[in-house]
């Protein structure tokens, strides 16, 4: 009993301390939004959100509500989205994002019948919400936890997914402090995990019972890229005979690596595609200064300028078919970022795929090295110097080329259907239709 009032105290106290977080990230963004890009549109699509959707969802619509952290984590539950819209098509989609950069880039997605901004967390908001959009079925995307929200759908008894999770032990959940973390990973009816790593610390806690691995739903998601025609003219031409490098994500730290790496003699027919993770005038200026022989796609495509050595991204949306044309990729974030983007996105088609030291973090990364289809650079020694030796030695060796190839493409197509997983798991528990 005592054991019980003092949870009760502590799970009270961490609410305070919530509600203090939530008040202070609102204010914060609110008045960073005159000078910040990314506040602004944060505060000002959730202006008068609640009548906006009033306004377009109906009280007789049957909704599923998917909601998605950032545009990462939409393309996570993308494969899911599309295949509840074949399978449940009485049903209408509701994606709401938290994060400007999934929302802004998504807002016209065609696979949900509404894109929303997610409303701050809070005990009136979540059930204003949920009063609203009546879903039938709601699926958290990997790393979205809300109190409130969560709190709300489980009181109505609405079924309640997370997908595609990933645990760690730094995690809060598995701390002395986590109470409040581990009541809503309670809240779920099912929490879908990546890896046996992440099931065996959610037994640990005692939500093994409500817990299984189902996998990544992200492979089904680049697999199905893979699989449809696609082709960019430009780029065709761009490319011709030459061998190529698609970077991919790049933050200026990677672009410091791969200018150094092409200082090698040995890669004078080499052809570069550099896709920055932001596409903003001032970091293509700055990539043009870094890169003072490259191209934009933009102008390319009007000056047909074959004598360009390097192409230069100016529109977000193409990474994932340019990596189709790799003869080896970079994937951007591991240096001086907290971690590296996407990597089986160019692992799907069989690309020999490189990246910065800070992937600890990444279990596709950590899988692709261990299997042979990635090389990870240190930070210390010219790690530019070395990216640009590795990629003569493949250039000049194509057994080895095609060797690290096919085993990140085998790893990619081992490790798919997650989202089958996940299906049979609703369609055996509930009945929608």
Do not use: C
């Not at 609410?15 to 910040?36: D, E, N």
């Not at 969802?57 to 939409?74: C, K, N, Q, T, Y």
């Not at 959009?133 to 759908?153: A, C, Q, R």
């Not at 004078?268 to 022989?293: G, Y």
């Amino acid at each position: 009993m005592e054991l019980t009032l003092q949870k009760e105290k502590l799970t009270n106290l961490y609410l305070v301390f919530y509600h203090i977080f939530l008040l202070f990230f609102k204010v914060s963004l609110w008045v960073a939004a005159p000078f910040h890009a990314k506040a602004r549109s944060w505060v000002m699509g959730r202006v008068g959100i609640f009548k906006r959707l009033r306004a377009q969802i109906s009280p007789h619509d049957r909704v599923i509500w998917m909601h998605v952290a950032s545009l990462g984590e939409f393309e996570q539950g993308r494969p899911l989205i599309e295949r509840i819209r074949k399978e449940y098509p009485k049903h209408k989609i509701l994606l709401t994002f938290f994060s400007p950069s999934g929302y802004e880039i998504r807002k016209n997605y065609s696979g949900a019948d509404w894109v929303f901004y997610l409303p701050l967390d809070g005990p009136k908001t979540a059930k204003r919400f949920l009063d609203i959009t009546h879903p039938e079925l709601v699926l958290f995307v990997k790393y979205e936890f809300w109190f409130f929200y969560l709190k709300k759908i489980s009181y109505r008894k609405i079924p309640l997914l997370l997908v595609s999770a990933i645990f760690r032990k730094e995690m809060s959940f598995f701390r002395w402090y986590g109470e409040i973390s581990r009541k809503m990973a309670a809240r779920f009816d099912h929490l879908f995990v990546q890896d046996p790593d992440s099931l065996a610390l959610l037994e640990k806690i005692g939500l093994g019972p409500i817990s299984s691995v189902s996998g990544d739903t992200r492979f089904d998601r680049v697999a199905e890229i893979a699989s449809a025609p696609s082709s960019i003219d430009a780029v065709e031409q761009f490319k011709g005979s030459n061998p190529l490098l698609v970077a991919g994500s790049t933050w200026p730290g990677d672009e410091e690596v791969i200018a150094r790496a092409i200082e090698n003699p040995a890669l004078a027919d080499l052809k570069i595609i550099i896709a920055p993770h932001e596409v903003s005038s001032s970091r293509l200026r700055e990539l043009q200064v870094i890169f003072p022989e490259s191209e934009l796609l933009s102008t390319f495509q009007i000056t047909g300028n074959s004598n360009a050595k390097i192409l230069l991204i100016d529109s977000i949306g193409l990474l994932s078919t340019l990596y189709r044309y790799a003869t080896f990729a970079y994937v951007g974030g591991g240096f001086k970022q907290p971690g590296i983007h996407n990597t089986l996105e160019a692992a799907v088609y069989g690309v020999p795929v490189f990246f910065g030291p800070h992937h600890q973090r990444f279990l596709e990364a950590l899988a692709l090295l261990s299997q042979g289809g990635a090389l990870a650079l240190e930070e210390g020694n010219d790690p530019g110097k070395t990216l640009g030796i590795h990629f003569e030695s493949l250039l000049s060796n194509k057994i080895k080329l095609a060797q690290m190839g096919a085993a990140a493409r085998e790893y990619v197509h081992t490790k798919q259907g997650a989202t089958d997983t996940i299906l049979d798991f609703i369609r055996k528990k509930w009945r929608f239709n």
